[in-house]
T-cell receptor
Framework: NAGVMQNPRHLVRRRGQEARLRCSPMKGHSHVYWYRQLPEEGLKFMVYLQKENIIDESGMPKERFSAEFPKEGPSILRIQQVVRGDSAAYFC??????FGSGANVLTFGAGSRLTVL | AQSVAQPEDQVNVAEGNPLTVKCTYSVSGNPYLFWYVQYPNRGLQFLLKYITGDNLVKGSYGFEAEFNKSQTSFHLKKPSALVSDSALYFCAVRESLPGNTPLVFGKGTRLSVIA
């Protein structure tokens, strides 16, 4: 069982470019979550997705950020026109059931570290 | 709204001594509480959780945590610290109410165990 796979592990972009971060959940998990970790801050919830559906995007910035989890393939977190403030570690987690199913444990990937020059 | 506070950014402990990493929470109803650990350049790993029942919860690597409802706390403890326990520790909470309220994390506490 490969666990939650995130790629790329490190991504460098210049201001104005686009960043695409990918996440393949654990086998058997159909719920995916994205969190952002900024320096000196904790993990901030961004979005919760189930296959082909966005369940909760209350933590996503209103502009430039989007997420999807298609029927086939990994979940994608897309950041358009990146700015220096987007530099952070982005973590994906998955679970077999969603937040509404009680105290389910999230399994995290190793993260994607975005640096915006 | 639910929230978590980890009042200490850094905790230093000598190897072999007991350690405590503090966490307090705020939720409207009853909480589900979690501790995760993050090693450098790695994702978070689950340590333990409290759902209901016994206030003392035992988890991985000899860690335990005590749920205290009156103090709204869920401190992480270990009787004898190891150098390998040095890492970043996160407390997290979500309400036990129906719905999809997200898991909310604290800012993390960096534990340094000194040989």
């Amino acid at each position: 069982n490969a666990g939650v796979m995130q790629n790329p592990r490190h991504l460098v972009r210049r201001r104005g470019q686009e960043a695409r971060l990918r996440c393949s959940p654990m086998k058997g998990h159909s719920h995916v979550y994205w969190y952002r970790q900024l320096p000196e801050e904790g993990l901030k919830f961004m979005v919760y997705l189930q296959k082909e559906n966005i369940i909760d995007e209350s933590g996503m910035p209103k502009e430039r950020f989007s997420a999807e989890f298609p029927k086939e393939g990994p979940s994608i977190l897309r950041i358009q026109q990146v700015v220096r403030g987007d530099s952070a570690a982005y973590f994906c987690a998955s679970s077999p059931s969603g937040f509404g199913s009680g105290a389910n444990v999230l399994t995290f990937g190793a993260g994607s570290r975005l640096t915006v020059l | 709204a639910q929230s978590v506070a980890q009042p200490e950014d850094q905790v230093n402990v000598a190897e072999g001594n007991p350690l405590t990493v503090k966490c307090t929470y705020s939720v409207s109803g009853n909480p589900y509480l979690f501790w995760y650990v993050q090693y450098p350049n790695r994702g978070l790993q689950f340590l333990l959780k409290y759902i209901t029942g016994d206030n003392l919860v035992k988890g991985s690597y000899g860690f335990e945590a005590e749920f205290n409802k009156s103090q709204t706390s869920f401190h992480l403890k270990k009787p004898s610290a190891l150098v390998s326990d040095s890492a970043l520790y996160f407390c997290a909470v979500r309400e036990s109410l129906p719905g999809n309220t997200p898991l909310v994390f604290g800012k993390g506490t960096r534990l340094s165990v000194i040989a």
